[in-house]
């Protein structure tokens, strides 16, 4: 009797475990860049396999994509806009952008809003050399949001290892934030971070590099790599323009100001957690 019952709890242990493999993703399958390319905007979906992308996702993406535990490697941004929820993934590969222009880049989106990011590890390194009003971070260059139209993007459990080097507002996670309320919790930056801009404004962070419409909230995060740019050179936030609410974070990072030749009228700010907070 006792040999019987261990043997039918280890049938219904093992039918457990089958079951929350085979359904711990939802939505539909993508196996292919084919696949992800041909994704609904509102769809839910998840990765079956691992996939190489080397075409930008262009329409503004509302719906999920979940990872499910796999990789993408990438040559470019995997969205141009995500406005949706992205998690449980690991990005590979190299982004090199040159451009005359103002370019906003990261390995998962161009922009977002109102989106959520979360367990995402990006392992790509990211090189850009456009205009100095560029924002470049591992998972999204620009979040948007300002004003009345403004509202909050999420950034849980995400980690960067890769080496983020661009002109302009540079971010271990994000480059620039103007989401009112955005919050990063438990996020982890290991690559090194470095803004090449000689502007004034020019600013670099191991979580973000700038936010400017409004305070954001970071709790329970982590720098562990060097930080390099002009002007403004944060372990945690590079720029707080608009302040922020900063909990339980630590930088073990090396801090630089490039800068050494500023004139009377630039200023240069450095600092463990953040390099600048003020409002104009």
């Known amino acids: 009797m006792r040999k019987t019952l261990s043997l039918i709890l280890s049938i219904v242990m093992i039918v457990s475990m089958l079951s929350v493999g085979v359904f711990a993703a939802e939505g539909t399958a993508i196996n292919s860049a084919e696949d992800f390319k041909n994704m609904a905007p ?15 996702y262009e329409a503004d993406f509302t719906g999920t994509l979940d990872g499910n535990g796999k990789t993408v490697t990438i040559s470019v941004p995997m969205f141009k806009q995500m406005n949706g929820t992205v998690k449980n993934l690991t990005i590979a590969g190299k982004i090199d952008i040159v451009a005359g222009e103002t ?14 990011f979360e367990n995402i590890t990006n392992k790509a390194d990211i090189t850009v050399r456009a205009n100095d009003d ?12 300002s004003g009345s139209d403004s509202a909050p993007s999420y950034f ?19 480059g620039c934030c103007y989401g009112l309320d955005s919050t990063f919790e438990n996020c982890v930056n290991k690559g090194a971070i470095t803004s090449q801009s000689a502007v004034d404004q020019a600013c670099a962070g191991g979580i973000a590099g700038y936010n400017g419409s409004g305070a954001i909230k970071v709790k329970n995060c982590y720098n562990a790599a060097a930080i390099t740019a002009a002007h403004r050179a944060g372990g945690i936030i590079g720029d707080a ?39 104009t």
Not at 156 to 174: A, H, K, L, M, Q
């Open 156 to 174: 849980i459990g995400c980690t960067n290892e890769g080496t983020i080097d661009s002109n302009g507002f540079v971010g271990g996670i994000v």
């Open 134 to 145: 560029s924002k470049t971070g591992s998972l999204v260059g620009r979040v948007n949001g």
């Open 103 to 116: 370019v906003n880049t990261a390995a998962v989106a161009c922009q977002a809003k109102m989106a959520r």
């Open 42 to 56: 509102d769809g839910i979906y998840y990765l079956a396999a691992d996939i190489t992308i080397a075409e930008t």
């Open 241 to 279: 323009r608009k302040s922020a609410t900063i909990e339980f974070c630590t930088n073990d990072g090396n801090i630089t100001l490039s800068n050494t030749a500023k004139s009377a009228k630039e200023d240069a700010c450095a600092g463990g957690i953040v390099g600048a907070s003020y409002d």
